[in-house]
C-alpha cells in the first residue's frame, strides 16, 4: 500500500535530533527514550509488517508488547504483527509475504543472523524498507535501513567485570572457579555476542574454568532440562558458578538445583548469574536467589518509530542505535525494582 504523508506534527523528529546522532558509521548510545507526543497523521496509516521470533521468553513478550503498545492506529500506524514461532523458515516466509503486500515498513527480529541474504535483497528490490531490531542479520547493512538494540558484547564483558569485584569483595580472587555457561539459540546474535564477551573476560584469569557449556535456547524448561541432565549425568561433580545467557534459563536451572538439593545464590553455595534483568530477576535477588542480572533493554519500539519518522520526513538516519543498559545485583535489587518497566 502506497503510503502519502501530509502532515506531521511530532516532538519525535526533534527529540531524536537532540540525541546528537553521530556521523553515519559511529555508534551512538541512545538514551533511554520517552515516547514523545502520537503523531498526527493527515493521511492514510503507516503500514508495518513486523516479524516477531516467537514466545521464547518472558524478556520476548515484553518487547512484543511494547511493539503492539506503540505501532497502533491513533499513532498513524497499521501494524501487522506475524508471530515467527520459532522458525527461522516462517520468519524468512512472511518476509516474503510483506514484500508481496508492499507495506511501508518492515521490522525483522531474526531468530539468527544467516539466511536472510535473498530475502532482504528482495525487499531492497521491492523498495520495501527494512528495519532490523534486537539480533543482527548477517548481509551487507546497505540491503536494510538500520539496526537497533543492544551490545551483546559488552554485556558479557560487563557480565566477568561483575563477578571479579564480587569474588574481590568476598576473598576469592585467588580460588580455583569452576563455571557452567548457559547459551541461548545458537546462531542468535544475543548468544554470540555474550558468549564472546564472556570467554574473552574468563580468558584472562587462569584459576577460572568453564567444566561445561550448552545450549537451552533461551527457555525456562530447557534450562531447567539441561541443568537436570547435567546433573544426572555426574559431568560436573562440582561448580561454583552458573551464568545463563538470560534469565529464563536460570530459573529452569535453578529448579533443577533444588530437586537436587543445591543451595545457590547470594545465601546458598553456587553463584548465579544472568542476563535480560526482568522484574522476576528483581524478586528473585531480593530474595536471594540470584546474585546479578545484566540488563537487555526490551523496549525497542520508542526508537524505532523516531527512525521511521526520520525516514518519512526524508531525514538521514544512522545504521546502528545501541539502547542503554546497566547491571543490577542483589545489593542495590530492593532500590530498583519498583522503577522496572517489564
Ligand atoms: C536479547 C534477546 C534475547 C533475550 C532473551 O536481545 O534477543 O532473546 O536475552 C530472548 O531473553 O529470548
Given at each position: 500500500m502506497n503510503h502519502k504523508l501530509c502532515k506531521l506534527f511530532c516532538i519525535c523528529a526533534i527529540a531524536l535530533s537532540m540525541i546528537g546522532c553521530g556521523t553515519s558509521d559511529k555508534e551512538i548510545e541512545v538514551p533511554d527514550l520517552i515516547r514523545g507526543a502520537a503523531p498526527v497523521y493527515t493521511d492514510e496509516l503507516i503500514q508495518i509488517g513486523m516479524i516477531q521470533t516467537g514466545k521464547e521468553s518472558d524478556w520476548r513478550d515484553a518487547n512484543t508488547n511494547d511493539y503492539l503498545d506503540t505501532f497502533v492506529p491513533e499513532r498513524g500506524y497499521e501494524l501487522i504483527y506475524i508471530d515467527g514461532n520459532s522458525s527461522s523458515e516462517r520468519q524468512v516466509k512472511a518476509m516474503y509475504d510483506l514484500i508481496q503486500q508492499r507495506v511501508d515498513y518492515i521490522i525483522l527480529q531474526p531468530?539468527?543472523?544467516?539466511?536472510?541474504d535473498d530475502a532482504i535483497t528482495e525487499a531492497k528490490n521491492a523498495g520495501v524498507p527494512v528495519i532490523v531490531a534486537d539480533r543482527q542479520v548477517?548481509?551487507?547493512?546497505?540491503?536494510?535501513k538500520a539496526w537497533i538494540g543492544s551490545n551483546f558484547h559488552e554485556e558479557g564483558i560487563k557480565a566477568v567485570e561483575w563477578l571479579e569485584n564480587y569474588l574481590e569483595e568476598q576473598g576469592r580472587q585467588d580460588e580455583d572457579i569452576k563455571i557452567i555457561l548457559l547459551e541461548g539459540t545458537q546462531g542468535a546474535t544475543a548468544t554470540i555476542g555474550r558468549t564472546e564477551g564472556l570467554l574473552e573476560g574468563i580468558s584472562k584469569h587462569a584459576n577460572w574454568k568453564i567444566v561445561d557449556q550448552g545450549c537451552a535456547n533461551f527457555t525456562q524448561g530447557e534450562g531447567q532440562t539441561y541443568m537436570e541432565a547435567l546433573l544426572e549425568s555426574g559431568?560436573?561433580?562440582?561448580?561454583?558458578v552458573i551464568i545463563s545467557e538470560n534469565d529464563n534459563m536460570i530459573f529452569g536451572a535453578m529448579k533443577a538445583l533444588e530437586r537436587h538439593g543445591i543451595s545457590y545464590g547470594p545465601d546458598g553455595d553456587v553463584i548465579m548469574m544472568s542476563f535480560d534483568a526482568l522484574h522476576e530477576a528483581f524478586e528473585k535477588m531480593i530474595d536471594g536467589q540470584l546474585h546479578v542480572s545484566v540488563e537487555c533493554n526490551p523496549l525497542l519500539a520508542g526508537t524505532i518509530e523516531k527512525v521511521i519518522q526520520e525516514l518519512e520526513a526524508g531525514n538521514e538516519i544512522e545504521k546502528k542505535y545501541y539502547t542503554e543498559e546497566g547491571v543490577y545485583d542483589y545489593t542495590i535489587a530492593a532500590d530498583y525494582i519498583d522503577t522496572r518497566k517489564y
Amino acid at each position: 500500500m502506497n503510503h502519502k504523508l501530509c502532515k506531521l506534527f511530532c516532538i519525535c523528529a526533534i527529540a531524536l535530533s537532540m540525541i546528537g546522532c553521530g556521523t553515519s558509521d559511529k555508534e551512538i548510545e541512545v538514551p533511554d527514550l520517552i515516547r514523545g507526543a502520537a503523531p498526527v497523521y493527515t493521511d492514510e496509516l503507516i503500514q508495518i509488517g513486523m516479524i516477531q521470533t516467537g514466545k521464547e521468553s518472558d524478556w520476548r513478550d515484553a518487547n512484543t508488547n511494547d511493539y503492539l503498545d506503540t505501532f497502533v492506529p491513533e499513532r498513524g500506524y497499521e501494524l501487522i504483527y506475524i508471530d515467527g514461532n520459532s522458525s527461522s523458515e516462517r520468519q524468512v516466509k512472511a518476509m516474503y509475504d510483506l514484500i508481496q503486500q508492499r507495506v511501508d515498513y518492515i521490522i525483522l527480529q531474526p531468530i539468527v543472523e544467516t539466511g536472510w541474504d535473498d530475502a532482504i535483497t528482495e525487499a531492497k528490490n521491492a523498495g520495501v524498507p527494512v528495519i532490523v531490531a534486537d539480533r543482527q542479520v548477517a548481509i551487507d547493512n546497505a540491503l536494510y535501513k538500520a539496526w537497533i538494540g543492544s551490545n551483546f558484547h559488552e554485556e558479557g564483558i560487563k557480565a566477568v567485570e561483575w563477578l571479579e569485584n564480587y569474588l574481590e569483595e568476598q576473598g576469592r580472587q585467588d580460588e580455583d572457579i569452576k563455571i557452567i555457561l548457559l547459551e541461548g539459540t545458537q546462531g542468535a546474535t544475543a548468544t554470540i555476542g555474550r558468549t564472546e564477551g564472556l570467554l574473552e573476560g574468563i580468558s584472562k584469569h587462569a584459576n577460572w574454568k568453564i567444566v561445561d557449556q550448552g545450549c537451552a535456547n533461551f527457555t525456562q524448561g530447557e534450562g531447567q532440562t539441561y541443568m537436570e541432565a547435567l546433573l544426572e549425568s555426574g559431568k560436573v561433580p562440582e561448580f561454583d558458578v552458573i551464568i545463563s545467557e538470560n534469565d529464563n534459563m536460570i530459573f529452569g536451572a535453578m529448579k533443577a538445583l533444588e530437586r537436587h538439593g543445591i543451595s545457590y545464590g547470594p545465601d546458598g553455595d553456587v553463584i548465579m548469574m544472568s542476563f535480560d534483568a526482568l522484574h522476576e530477576a528483581f524478586e528473585k535477588m531480593i530474595d536471594g536467589q540470584l546474585h546479578v542480572s545484566v540488563e537487555c533493554n526490551p523496549l525497542l519500539a520508542g526508537t524505532i518509530e523516531k527512525v521511521i519518522q526520520e525516514l518519512e520526513a526524508g531525514n538521514e538516519i544512522e545504521k546502528k542505535y545501541y539502547t542503554e543498559e546497566g547491571v543490577y545485583d542483589y545489593t542495590i535489587a530492593a532500590d530498583y525494582i519498583d522503577t522496572r518497566k517489564y
